[in-house]
Structures are given as structure tokens and as C-alpha cells.
């Protein structure tokens, strides 16, 4: 299985794909939108985006509209992985087109338990 970790902090690309890592993905990483729509070019087999919203040159809720236009491209989880915390901006994400959100800070089991309920990880797949 293969993961894109979208986020301009490196830190936190490094943090999430390392989660991500220890349940059985294959990681690639982007810093921004644009760049995870070059990747998935790429990688014909990316199965997940983990999608932070505020970056520059596009953001993650952006990416989602872009990503969800694309035929090939619609059986990709789309889990949003950001401090935006408000309702307006959850309902926005998910209606665009994005399977979760989840909000930082959080634990490595926030996410195993996210991939679970999406069917993504065995529920037997802990950290």
C-alpha cells in the first residue's frame, strides 16, 4: 500500500509517514498541493493522502477539489491531517471530497484508528 503525506512542514511529513511507515504503507511525501498532484502523476498507486490545509502554492483543501475532479483519482482516501479545527472548515473539507479529518495535534492511535475505521489497517494493526 502506498501513502502521499501532504504538509510544507517537513517535520510533520516525517511524523505522519512514520506512523504510517509502522502500519504497513509505502510513503511518499510532498510539500505542498501542487506537488502532491505532480506525485500522484507519478505514482499510479498512491491508496491514501494525508493532506494538511494550510500550505503555500496550494493548499490542502484546494488539493481535494483538484484531486476529486479526476476520475482516476476518486477511489483515493483523502484524510485531512491539520490544525484547522473549526465546523465550517471540517464540513468544507468533507464535502469536497476528503474520507476523514483530523485535527493536530494528535497520537499515533488517532491515525491507526482513522485507517481502521476506513477500512485502510487490520483492526490488529497497532503501533
Given at each position: 500500500m502506498k501513502a502521499l503525506v501532504i504538509d510544507d512542514s517537513r517535520v510533520m511529513r516525517r511524523i505522519v509517514g512514520g506512523i504510517l511507515t509502522d502500519v504497513g504503507f509505502d510513503v511518499v511525501e510532498a510539500g505542498d498541493g501542487r506537488?502532491?498532484?505532480?506525485r500522484l502523476e507519478e505514482h499510479d498507486d498512491v491508496q491514501l493522502c494525508c493532506i494538511d490545509w494550510n500550505m503555500p502554492v496550494m493548499t490542502g483543501f484546494e488539493f481535494v477539489v483538484e484531486a476529486r475532479k479526476r476520475d482516476e483519482?476518486?477511489?483515493?482516501?483523502?484524510?485531512?491531517?491539520?490544525?484547522e479545527g473549526e465546523q465550517s472548515q471540517i464540513v468544507r473539507a468533507l464535502a469536497a471530497g476528503a474520507h476523514e479529518y483530523v485535527i493536530k495535534p494528535f497520537t499515533p492511535e488517532v491515525i491507526v484508528d482513522k485507517l481502521q475505521f476506513l477500512g485502510l489497517v487490520d483492526a490488529k494493526e497497532t503501533l
Open positions: 506537488e502532491a498532484l505532480d483519482w476518486r477511489d483515493i482516501t483523502l484524510m485531512m491531517v491539520t490544525t
